[in-house]
């Protein structure tokens, strides 16, 4: 019997460089792996892997879960300049999300929290 540990998500960018610094910069990522054709960068035991893309790739979706979204925008909002974001709002299922389009890809990072009633 094995067990998962977990999923790491392998988004396509047209510009590697920029989205491993959202990644570390905004998000608070580390380093692993750096190279113009591959980078991985880790949080918590999360990697997520991050590959050249092809000319027409399509838009992919993630969901990232935290335990205080509010306190995560808090942090971030600054650095989310130029980005196509929606601050935290609640949702009909019970979270209150974040959402934002990951520079240089076509992937939109959902960030969530379960709302505790």
Request: hydrophobic share 40%.
């Amino acid at each position: 019997m094995y067990h998962t540990l977990f999923i790491s998500p392998m988004i396509p960018s047209f510009r590697l460089a920029e989205t491993g610094e959202f990644f570390c910069k905004v998000l608070g990522f580390t380093t692993v792996m750096d190279t113009a054709e591959y980078g991985i960068y880790e949080k918590n035991n999360l990697t997520v892997h991050i590959l050249p893309a092809g000319e027409d790739i399509g838009q992919m979706e993630f969901y990232m879960e935290v335990d205080n979204v509010d306190e995560l925008w808090i942090t971030i909002k600054d650095n989310l300049k130029g980005l196509k974001v929606r601050e935290p709002f609640d949702r009909d299922y019970g979270m209150r999300e974040i959402h934002i389009e990951i520079p240089q890809t076509n992937t939109l990072l959902f960030i969530g929290q379960a709302i505790h009633s």
